[in-house]
């Protein structure tokens, strides 16, 4: 009896081998609105047609719905049932039309999975499976389906009526209610299907295709928000002429439309024409908007945008399949990005976020393939690993066939399968088959999760340079033995007394678990560089000494291997002091004096070189994670950085004021130069360093310098931080994207009573987990705050399990993203390994837990 009350529990997992096609298709669909907060009906006319030949009945998804009415045909249908949510109606013969009726509460829907409302605004999610919610539909992506729907709604309240595809119709009803009518031609899964209802304006524009058809754009936003926009419309217009250019892809649709809403779970969604987005990557100004949120604003509109292509008229097979769309699209984003100012600083920003998010996640509990073999709850899958690694798998086979074959590759595959819903395979077949290589090997990048380390050793011998090059792939959960991978490798050798070149770069294609590479006729001391522009996601360990990476950071010709040598350079120092106490810092601050005075350097470049990696980093690197000596060995050496450098900091420092806010890459590289060079002069422990960022604080006309100098007073001791928090807030109280900084900049200090700080912030008025950037802002900032999360007495976890208990009731799908910092035990030693234990164990045995918490908190106890 215990055993079956138990196997209850455990929620089903799905399996990738377990696909298998439809049993019924739906090629029409159309849906009827009566749109009301407390009380939306929804009708929907299904034509559904066998798949093949087999007795099963029509089975359609519902997750909390009760049907008001089941017709077969225009008949009151008999015999149907409800199993588990969904809805079960036998039918004979091979084609019907099926309609259903069901009732919706959208302003009750916390879990914004569906439709439901934000601030007076009624919109849907429906990626991966909120389409359930609203109606009963077979919610998988291969069921492709034509859409046509009606909406009606009270006129004053919801003056904008939008849906996918194009308007067809409108007209008044009655009782002040009005209607609209739009239809998609293009088939889609429901998973792209959205509505928007709400008292909007739009920012409008119009852009001509490639072919001479003019599409009309708009992003719609509340009346207050509308001199917000122009930078998200003027990033659409670059996107759609971006991916013609590069991608030979047109836009396909009379009107593109864009709504901005402030509750919602992700970045944005790729809705068939209608996109809808968390308004923090849609809303900008130079007075709330930091250079960050505005690069952000342009990168993720460029990703909904393309995903036109890349994941709707292609679209996956099933969601084992989720980074056929998400990889290759982020791929095309950053890109698009890199196209767009520095491509070098792009991809260090790109290279640090892999290794903040995807490095942990592939050594840790919750480790997948890109490709996964099973899941419990799909919303768990839309990871760092999928996206981001998913993408340096693109860029790795962009490497391999080069941008010539590339394209080929890609215009076989939008040709090949526009229309369908396809598999990763598909795409790599593709790129085989126009690539003109073979990639048997390199499939394993789908299969195997885990982050490839790589050893170089490059040892002298005779006028000969040996270089012996080693791979493994450390085990994973449900992985224990791994096959070697194909890793390209860009190196080059530099002549240690020239600084020259010796030859050109190479592309190895490292193969085999070991291999060896042999360089002959050399007539000075080589210095290895490796895994240039970061041409494989991999861990290199090589023997270079300091001097090596001191000389790299100063004469390599890619401005990569260059951020990368000065990185490792920090990195072995910081690590070498974590172990010893040590406290050379001569190699690091020579290196920083050279590239900070190297007038050959763009600013954005050199601010990006002269970061010190961050804790969490760090302690990736550590067998045992030790939050208070790292953060003391970090202090220490950003500390010795500011006081020997202290003139060219404030060289930097003055050498970067500008008259008047501009957004272009040069203003911003001078604005990250400058919030640097002030982090290091308050380091320092410069007497005026307070006033000086006080001064930026109040003086800035942007919100980059504003909150640049807010962090650095945050992190302080000085009774002008205080002043400068409560101006802020003052200031900002009724911009919740804005008080969101407000509480990530207090989350994120360095301060011994960050801690507490939080855990009084959490009963602010202003707090709410309701909203996810808010809960984002404060428990996910808190919880990436190695020194603050990991304090001694456990008290970080058990704040953080208390809130991700809370908001599993209210949002499951964003409690469950914020849960792996929890996870991280092994990392950690035994004392603060068990209390991390304790909390994951609370939040399993919490009643009425969610199975995206459940799946998330067991998989890391393991
Ligand atoms: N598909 C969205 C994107 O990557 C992300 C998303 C997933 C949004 C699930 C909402 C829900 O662009
Ligand atoms: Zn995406």
């Keep these: 009896m215990a055993d079956a009350q138990i196997a209850t529990q455990v929620p089903h997992v799905i399996r990738r081998e377990d696909y298998r096609a439809p049993d019924w298709w739906v090629p029409e669909i159309a849906l009827d609105f009566d749109l009301d907060p407390a009380a939306t009906r929804v009708r929907a006319a299904l034509s559904v047609t066998r798949n093949g030949d087999h007795a099963r009945p029509l089975v359609l998804d519902g997750d909390g719905l009760t049907p008001l009415s089941v017709k077969v045909d225009g008949v009151e249908a008999q015999g149907w049932s409800l199993n588990g949510g969904n809805l079960v109606v036998p039918l004979g013969g091979g084609a019907h039309v099926v309609e259903t009726e069901v009732e919706i509460a959208p302003e009750r829907n916390t879990q914004l999975e569906g439709l439901y409302a934000s601030g007076g605004i009624l919109c849907t999610q429906c990626e991966a499976e909120g389409f359930r919610r609203i109606t009963f539909f077979p919610d998988r992506p291969d069921v492709l389906s034509r859409y046509k729907v009606r909406m009606t709604a009270d006129k004053a309240r919801f003056p904008v009526l939008l849906a996918n595809g194009d308007p067809i119709a409108q007209g008044e009803g009655e009782g002040g209610r009005h209607w609209a009518e739009w239809h998609d031609p293009f088939p889609k899964p429901c998973y792209l299907f959205a509505l928007v209802a709400g008292d909007l304006v739009a920012n409008t524009g119009s852009f001509r295709t490639m072919s001479g058809r003019d599409v ?69 100004d130079p007075d709330t908007a930091t250079d960050y949120d505005y690069d952000a604003i342009a990168t993720v509109v460029a990703h909904e945008y393309f995903h036109n292509w890349s994941g709707n008229r292609i679209t996956c097979r099933d969601w084992f399949q989720l980074s056929l769309k998400e990889g290759f699209t982020v791929f095309r984003d950053q890109s698009f990005s890199a196209d767009q100012g520095s491509a070098a600083v792009k991809r260090i920003e790109d290279v640090r976020g892999l290794r903040a998010s995807q490095f942990p996640e592939d050594a840790g509990p919750l480790a997948h393939p890109v490709r996964p073999d099973e899941y419990i709850e799909i919303s768990n899958f839309y990871t760092a690993t999928i996206y981001n690694k ?26 090949r399968f526009d229309g369908t819903a396809a598999t990763c395979e598909d795409f790599v077949a593709c790129m085989e088959e126009a690539g003109g290589v073979d990639l048997e090997q390199f499939r394993r990048w789908y299969t195997q999760a885990g982050t490839p380390r790589v050893s170089a050793d490059l040892a002298m011998d005779n006028g000969k340079a040996r270089l012996t090059l080693r791979q493994s792939v450390p085990a994973t959960p449900g992985q224990s033995v791994k096959e070697p991978m194909v890793l390209p490798l860009k190196l080059k050798l530099f002549g240690a007394e020239t600084g020259r ?42 023997n270079r000494t300091a001097a090596d990476l001191a000389f790299l950071s100063a004469h390599d010709d890619d401005p990569f291997a260059r951020y990368e040598a000065m990185q490792q350079l920090m990195l072995d120092t910081l690590v070498a002091s974590v172990a010893s106490g040590g406290t050379d810092h001569g190699a690091v601050i020579e290196a920083v004096r050279n590239t900070l005075t190297d007038p050959a350097l763009d600013r954005a470049f050199i601010a990006e070189a002269v970061v010190l990696p ?44 500008a008259n008047r806010f501009e957004y272009s890459p040069a203003a911003k590289g001078a604005r990250r130069i400058r919030s640097v060079a002030l982090g290091y002069i308050a380091a320092s422990g ?16 942007n919100m980059t310098d504003r909150q640049g100098a807010l962090s650095t007073l945050a992190n302080g001791q000085s009774p002008l931080r ?88 209210l949002n499951p799908q964003t409690a469950a993203k914020l849960l792996p910092p929890l996870g991280r035990w092994k990392r950690f030693d035994a004392r603060r390994g068990a209390a991390m234990r304790a909390e994951l164990e609370r939040i399993v045995a919490t009643p009425g837990l969610s199975k995206d918490s459940f799946e998330q908190a067991s998989k890391s106890l393991d």
């Design 686 to 701: 410069a007497q005026d360093a307070p006033q000086l960022a006080f001064d930026q604080f109040t003086g800035a006309d």
């Design 501 to 542: 070149a010796m030859g050109d770069e190479q592309l190895v294609l490292l193969k085999e678990d070991t291999s060896e590479l042999v360089f002959e006729n050399l007539t000075e001391q080589p210095v290895l560089s490796i895994n240039r522009g970061f041409s494989a996601p991999v861990v290199v360990e090589t």
């Design 216 to 284: 009309q754009l708009g992003i719609w936003v509340r009346q207050p928000d509308l001199a917000k926009t122009d930078h998200a419309l003027a990033a659409l217009k670059l996107s759609m002429a971006w991916d013609e250019k590069v991608y030979g892809r047109e836009y396909d649709l009379d009107v593109f439309n864009i709504v901005a809403v402030d509750d919602f779970n992700f970045g944005a969604m790729e809705n068939k024409g209608l996109n809808v987005f968390n308004s923090r990557y849609i809303l900008a």
């Design 390 to 415: 998913g993408a340096e798998v693109i860029r790795m086979m962009h490497t391999i066939l080069g941008p010539t074959k590339f394209r080929e590759a890609t215009d076989l595959y939008f040709e």
């Design 614 to 657: 961050s804790d969490s980093f760090i302690g990736d690197q550590m067998a045992v994670v030790d939050p208070d000596a790292i953060f003391r060995a970090r202090e220490a050496l950003r500390r010795d950085l500011g006081t020997a450098l202290g003139d060219q900091w404030r060289a930097a420092y003055e050498g970067s004021i």
């Design 722 to 809: 205080e002043q400068a928090l409560s101006a802020f807030y003052d200031r900002y109280r009724s911009n919740g994207l804005v008080l969101d900084k407000w509480f990530q900049t207090q989350a994120l200090s360095s301060r011994d009573d960050t801690g507490e700080v939080v855990r009084a912030l959490a009963a602010h008025p202003a707090f709410t987990l309701a909203n996810p950037n808010r809960a984002r802002s404060l428990i996910g900032a808190f919880s990436v705050n190695q020194r603050a999360f990991h304090h001694a007495s456990g008290e970080g976890y058990r704040f953080v399990a208390d809130q991700l208990i809370a908001l599993d009731k």
